[in-house]
């Protein structure tokens, strides 16, 4: 089992960055494939982007490509998503989830195991 905190959220205008961080608790994070997921107003949860348990192998959705990476640091037990070029639709609370072995890539919130409380993201135009 693993817990998920999320941090680094908050209020930033279009073109700017914030980095968040994912910070698990548990010795099996190493474990766990850990997505991103974004959630606005009266919208479904989204997927935003994958990073493997090894972090040899990540994938965006396309809205985000080229704008926000995502890493991770094992021995931090920490994923992060690091977001350039925030845009006003960005705005939305951001969750980050974990996925046991083995990797698969999976977009779909109902392919996750555990998820965090969510971080708020605001991009001002």
């Known amino acids: 089992q693993v817990q998920l905190v999320e941090s680094g959220g908050g209020l930033v205008q279009a073109g700017g960055s914030l980095r968040l961080s994912c910070a698990a608790s548990g010795r099996t994070f190493s474990s766990y494939a850990i997505g991103w997921f974004r959630q606005a107003p009266a919208k479904e949860r989204e997927f935003v982007a994958v990073i493997s348990w090894s972090g040899g192998d990540t994938y965006y959705t396309d809205s985000v490509k080229g704008r926000f990476t995502i890493s991770r640091d094992n021995a931090e037990n920490t994923v992060y998503l690091q977001m350039n070029s925030l845009k006003p639709e960005d705005t939305a609370v951001y969750y980050c989830?974990?996925?046991?072995?083995?990797?698969?890539?999976?977009?779909?919130?109902?392919?996750?195991?555990?998820w965090g409380q969510g971080t708020q993201v605001t991009v001002s135009s």
């Open positions: 989830a974990a996925d046991y072995l083995p990797w698969t890539l999976k977009t779909t919130p109902e392919s996750y195991d555990y």
